[in-house]
């Protein structure tokens, strides 16, 4: 598997960082300024093209013989957060899915963002771009139903998606040893310098469960702080 890592403030990082904020700013900014149920379309146009790109990056993987169960299934957080994306809008348990997609999309998403590691690049635009596409979408998506499309953060929602990512660990983990996989990073560490990976394995994931539990509280205190706010301006 081929894998390309962007080092923290480079010039190249600097630059996608930069791209990204500005992309994530405008398209709340389009919620901002538009109706519910023009968002409720806008959201499910960008969830479809969210699934479209994702089907066409696995078909290219099949079409060059690089698809394999221990790189190419959707075990990554990441990936997880993108198949929730990609449903969230279209499934009858709206909430319990936006919870989850809430907490794995912006605390994952903005890991990817700030510390690059694209895997399965084999050079070219495209997966370039479908990676940086595919990190602001999770991250940017539940930011604007929340903001936007009237869905609500229920108490203790982060403590329900936190044991919920543990439970998917102890289904990941074995399955991990069966493919040599490394899914989830729960049997190395990633490639790239990562301020949250300390200690070697399996240390760094006790660490990790720490720091994921931390940015999940402060994550749901930061938008009901912000969102009482904006109804105390409002």
Known sequence: ???YTIELLSDEWN???FIS???ILVFLWIGKRNTQDFNLRLAKGVTLLLALIYLVENSRYLINGTWNLADNLPLQLCSISRLLCC???FVPRKQFV???LFFFGIVGGLQS???PQINHYYGGLFHYFEYYFSHLVIIGMPIFMYLYLGFELKKN??????LVINLL???IMPLNFYLDANYMYLNAPPVIDNPFIIGDWPYYLIVLEFFAAGLFYLTYRLFLLSKSKQLTVN
């Open 1 to 3: 598997m081929q894998t």
């Open 15 to 17: 630059r996608n960082s």
């Open 21 to 23: 904020l500005i992309v």
């Open 87 to 89: 449903f969230v809008l």
């Open 98 to 100: 936006f919870e989850l």
């Open 113 to 115: 963002i700030f510390t």
């Open 157 to 162: 929602s982060w403590l329900k998606s936190f």
């Open 169 to 171: 660990l102890v289904i």
